[in-house]
């Protein structure tokens, strides 16, 4: 089994300052790890994933995110906020294969200027 | 145009009528899913098929039901629709290989209201 938790429902920063989204897993297997983004009135969108190898991803608009095995966590983050980057964001977790895919319930980023 | 499309994009409806959301994807992948995304709750899976004979329940199935008409299609239908259904919805597809690493790839969603 497995399972994603995402710390803090929703987030406030100010432009300019640094964004961090929390997330914690757990699965009995090596994971494949992603974070997914939801802009208003949109489908989700991959925002970088880990698979194997280098522990720090980066992804798209300057976002990245870090494995870290030991602390089962897979932290999104961003030095500078823009306005832009005001959206939902998820956090998934998958075995591979033919399993399915575990979502996180979500983050709400507000970007105050 | 997008890879995956869903219809309708906003709809609702009353208590007790039928509704089908359908998808179609033009990416060739083989497996298809039904999402549900409720506000707090995250996504939740209602129904998956990794091929068109195969169709499976994922974790809130009851009073859902599906059909997969061909590889690029996959509906999804609501036989009497009740107000605790309102939500949106995403259809997603997933590559069918060897070391599948679970990514999807989702529709722009379809807003269901049921009053």
């Known amino acids: 089994a497995q399972s994603v938790t995402q710390l803090g429902s929703h987030v406030s920063v100010s432009e300019g300052a640094l964004v961090l989204l929390r997330c914690n897993y757990s699965s009995s297997v090596p994971p494949y790890l992603f974070w997914y983004v939801q802009y208003p009135n949109q489908g989700l969108q991959l925002l970088l994933k880990y698979t194997t190898g280098a522990t720090l991803v980066k992804g798209i608009n300057g976002f990245e995110a870090e494995f870290k095995k030991s602390e089962t966590s897979f932290h999104l983050t961003k030095p500078s906020a823009h306005m832009s980057d005001a959206a939902e964001y998820f956090c998934?977790?998958?075995?591979?294969?033919?399993?399915?895919?575990?979502f996180g319930i979500g983050t709400k980023l507000q970007v105050i200027p | 145009d997008a890879d995956v499309t869903q219809t309708p994009r906003n709809r609702i409806t009353k208590t007790g009528k039928r509704i089908m959301l359908e998808c179609s994807q033009t990416k060739g992948h083989d497996r298809m899913y039904w999402y549900r995304q409720d506000p707090g709750l995250g996504l939740r899976l209602i129904y998956y098929s990794f091929d068109v004979k195969d169709i499976n329940k994922g974790e809130i199935s009851d009073g859902y039901s599906v059909s997969r008409q061909a590889q690029a299609k996959f509906s999804l239908s609501l036989e009497s629709a009740i107000p605790n259904q309102t939500a949106l919805y995403f259809c997603?597809?997933?590559?069918?290989?060897?070391?599948?690493?679970?990514?999807?790839?989702f529709g722009e969603g379809s807003r269901l209201t049921v009053l």
């Open positions: 997603a597809t997933s590559e069918d290989r060897e070391g599948n690493t679970g990514e999807l790839f």
């Open positions: 998934a977790v998958s075995p591979g294969g033919y399993q399915k895919v575990t």
